[in-house]
């Protein structure tokens, strides 16, 4: 009925090829990884979902790509489980994340200016480099944490989590 | 809470839960990229007390193509802290808000940024109203959110359309005496001649007869010529939905409005005084009155007005008249209904001159209607009762149109005008 004139801008072309990288990297790693260690069955599943992935970008499906990341965390926790490189599942999670993350920017009904696409890739990269850094920190550090510290750790992070939203709400007055 | 966050959450507690039951610690670093995630967005969401955000519309009406579209500009300006995702999401219209309706921009905003946001709205006759437009503010993950209404407030009428009727030779019975178009059928100070007579003191030299003068000689001779005066007409409207149809998204009414419009113009553009009164659910009126600021308020009445039902007083005779002198040309825009007859007899007991332009609508309706022998039988008995009904009414004094909307007005209202001074003439002219 009406037409948006300002434009989505040349930073389309590129949301979608990073989209297609990370879950590239997402889905063939680990796919590699398994087939590897001898438990190539489990790739299959991880493509279904990489297909499905790729079908939501089509479609416009928001929910499916929820589905699509719970897919990728049940089954490299499944690959962590069965001692495939914790490091490789890692990154897949993150790229998985990052795809997932962009699939919604793409869906994404209203146009976006040049300044908010840069900044919101920015701010994956970041979120992706911290995530990575993190996680190979300790691995590299050998840091071997006992489970009852690590379950401690956890419980702490998911207060602090809903500590933290919290805080922003009750900072930005009631969010939706 | 997001569906975003929401998943992210579940996610994680998914995790959480696998490693305890599973007593594998390990699972837990799959839940550090979602962690990071989280925490970045979080931490860039925008604090309450550093938003300052305005907004300002602005409205155009462009015509491509003859088809009325406003061209609106919504711009939000940041005066407060960077704001790192600025949804703007705006409804087109102030009464309606489905999904459908509605266009938006996703943006970064710096202290003293700007964007604008640009759209095309197709639109009809009437009033476009815009109070606020949203803004939603969040991370730049769009984790979590918070809507501000920000006051944009804008407003644009968009008058009907209107048929370019040019001049039309108005004969009414009688004008105001103020300067106007209309010969007066008396000697005054216009352009054509109108004769001649003995010279008196204080006549310009510059209107002798000199011809005159030199075949009488001793006496003096001056030409008149006649006066030009303004005529006064009253627009009454019939915006009843019972005699209202519709085909198609087509409107009867709109025609009517348009009829209206256009020879409204017309009469104020030839120095006419005009005046307007539309009869529906409610009356409408615009007192008498020249000039732009007069068609201005006329466009916009007539850009307003809805066909709506009037309740218990249907007929057109409750008419209050008072607006109108009884030296007025009355011109009615009216379909028609069973009793409207009783309306022109009260016009002729208040020594009203009137005119109908009656849009038929058995013709509006034609097309639509069954090609089977039942409905065109019903269709020519309407067609007849309405032409009885046009004849009594042309025969209470009454210039009568009778008008088939899909063609042009003007050769119809030109023949019709030319003839109205002529007193006790009356007949119906019928479009086709």
Redesign the interface.
């Known amino acids: 009925?009406?037409?948006?004139?300002?434009k989505a801008g040349q930073f389309m072309a590129r949301r979608q090829v990073l989209f297609l990288i990370s879950l590239a990297v997402a889905g063939l790693i680990p796919s590699v990884s398994f087939a590897l260690s001898g438990q190539w069955p489990f790739a299959i599943p991880l493509l279904v979902f990489i297909g499905l992935m790729l079908y939501s970008n089509r479609s416009s499906k928001?929910l499916l790509a929820?589905i699509c990341?719970?897919g990728f965390?049940?089954i490299?926790?499944i690959g962590?489980?069965l001692n495939t490189s914790?490091v490789v599942?890692?990154i897949a999670?993150?790229a998985g994340?990052a795809s997932w993350?962009l699939v919604?920017e793409i869906q994404?009904?209203?146009?976006?200016?040049l300044?908010?696409e840069?900044?919101?890739l920015q701010?994956?990269g970041?979120?992706?480099g911290?995530?990575?850094l993190?996680?190979g920190a300790?691995?590299w550090l050998q840091i071997r944490?006992?489970?009852g510290v690590?379950?401690a750790?956890?419980i702490i992070?998911?207060v602090s989590?809903n500590q933290?939203?919290t805080y922003?709400?009750k900072?930005?007055?009631?969010?939706? | 809470?997001?569906?975003?966050?929401r998943?992210l959450?579940?996610?994680?507690?998914?995790?959480?839960l696998?490693?305890?039951f599973?007593?594998?610690?390990?699972?837990?670093?799959?839940?550090?990229?979602?962690?990071?995630?989280?925490?970045?967005?979080?931490i860039?969401?925008?604090?309450?007390d550093t938003i300052n955000l305005r907004a300002n519309r602005q409205l155009h009406q462009i015509n491509p193509h003859g088809r009325p579209k406003i061209e609106v500009e919504v711009t939000i300006r940041n005066q407060g802290g960077g704001l790192?995702?600025v949804?703007?999401?705006d409804s087109?219209m102030e009464d309606v808000k489905d999904d459908?309706?509605k266009?938006?921009?996703?943006?970064?905003l710096s202290k003293g940024?700007e964007?604008?946001?640009?759209?095309?709205?197709?639109v009809k006759r009437g009033q476009y109203t815009w109070k606020s437009t949203l803004v939603r503010?969040s991370d730049?993950?769009?984790l979590?959110?918070?809507?501000l209404d920000i006051p944009a407030p804008a407003e644009l009428s968009i008058h009907p359309e209107r048929e370019n009727l040019l001049r039309l030779p108005l004969r009414p019975h009688h004008t105001l005496h103020a300067p106007g178009p209309i010969p007066a059928s008396r000697a005054g100070s216009g352009t054509d001649f109108w004769g001649v007579r003995l010279y008196q003191t204080g006549d310009s030299l510059r209107w002798l007869d000199w011809r005159l003068n030199a075949r009488y000689p001793g006496q003096f001779f001056t030409r008149e010529f006649e006066q030009e005066e303004a005529a006064d007409i009253g627009l009454i409207l019939d915006a009843r939905s019972e005699t209202d149809q519709l085909v198609g998204g087509e409107s009867l009414f709109d025609y009517s409005v348009r009829a209206a419009a256009s020879l409204g113009e017309s009469f104020i553009h030839q120095g006419n005084r005009v005046s307007l009164l539309v009869f529906g659910q409610r009356i409408w009126r615009v007192f008498p009155g020249y000039g732009k600021h007069q068609l201005h308020r006329i466009l916009d009445t007539l850009s307003v007005t809805r066909a709506s039902s009037p309740g218990r007083l249907l007929g057109l005779h409750y008419l209050p008249l008072e607006m109108f002198s009884n030296r007025s040309l009355l011109i009615v825009f009216s379909p028609l209904a069973r009793a409207d007859r009783l309306f022109f007899l009260r016009l002729l007991a208040g020594d009203y001159q009137s005119m109908l332009i009656s849009p038929d609508p058995y013709d509006f309706i034609f097309p639509t209607l069954p090609k089977d022998g039942d409905s065109q039988r019903g269709y020519l008995l309407a067609r007849i009762e309405r032409r009885i009904q046009l004849q009594s009414i042309a025969r209470l004094k009454v210039r009568v149109i009778d008008w088939q909307v899909r063609q042009p007005l003007l050769p119809l209202v030109r023949n019709a005008l030319g003839h109205v001074r002529g007193r006790g003439e009356s007949r119906a002219i019928y479009g086709a």
Do not use: N
């Not at chain 2, 266009?103 to 970064?108: K, Q």
């Not at chain 2, 979590?144 to 809507?147: E, N, P, V, W």
């Open positions: 009925m009406c037409v948006a004139v300002v928001p929820h990341l719970a965390s049940i490299f926790a962590v489980v914790l599942m890692v999670m993150a994340l993350d919604q994404s009904k209203s146009p976006t200016t300044k908010y840069r900044y919101h701010y994956l970041i979120a992706f911290m995530g990575l993190g996680v300790f691995h944490l006992p489970f690590m379950l750790l956890g992070m998911l989590i933290f939203i922003i709400q900072r930005t007055g009631s969010p939706s | 809470m997001k569906s975003k966050l998943t959450i579940m996610i994680i507690l998914g995790l959480f696998a490693a305890l599973l007593q594998r610690g390990e699972l837990l670093w799959l839940a550090f990229p979602f962690l990071a995630y989280i925490t970045v967005g979080l860039k969401y925008p604090a309450q790192p995702c949804e703007v999401i087109q459908e309706s266009v938006g921009l996703t943006a970064s940024d964007v604008s946001m640009k759209y095309l709205l197709p503010l730049p993950f769009r979590l959110s918070s809507d």
